[in-house]
């Protein structure tokens, strides 16, 4: 059975940091980052393919940092200057195909996914 078990969420103040950690049972093409908060939506935070290109939603780019271990089979999430707004529960998904930019960005091109994390940014 696939698993991914992820690890690194909890609580921090406005600006402050935290590390999301992945990690798969089997190698992915692509792994990646969902957030997805109370009455919204599942929404797309970044992705990496198992070749190093890595793929940012607006709201990440500048403050994340996705990168991976292929020989572990683990993606982690560096998420600096953290925002109220970044509030979400956090998944980690995981896909063998190779998509293409715009669709590795929708949450159906994904069939593996880890139980989520929270993240909660608040003072």
């Known amino acids: 059975q696939v698993q991914l078990v992820e690890s690194g969420g909890g609580w921090v103040q406005p600006g402050g940091s935290l590390r999301l950690s992945c990690t798969g049972s089997e190698r992915y093409n692509t792994m990646g980052w969902f957030r997805q908060a109370q009455g919204k939506e599942r929404e797309f935070v970044a992705a990496?393919?198992?070749?190093?290109?890595?793929y940012y939603a607006d709201s990440a780019k500048d403050r994340f940092t996705i990168s991976r271990d292929n020989a572990e089979n683990t993606v982690t999430l560096q998420m600096n200057s953290l925002k109220p707004e970044d509030t979400a529960i956090y998944y980690c998904a995981a896909a063998t195909e190779s998509w293409i930019s715009s669709v590795l960005r929708r949450a159906s091109a994904y069939s593996n996914w880890g139980q989520g994390t929270q993240v909660t940014v608040s003072s």
């Open positions: 990496i393919r198992t070749g190093g290109m890595k």
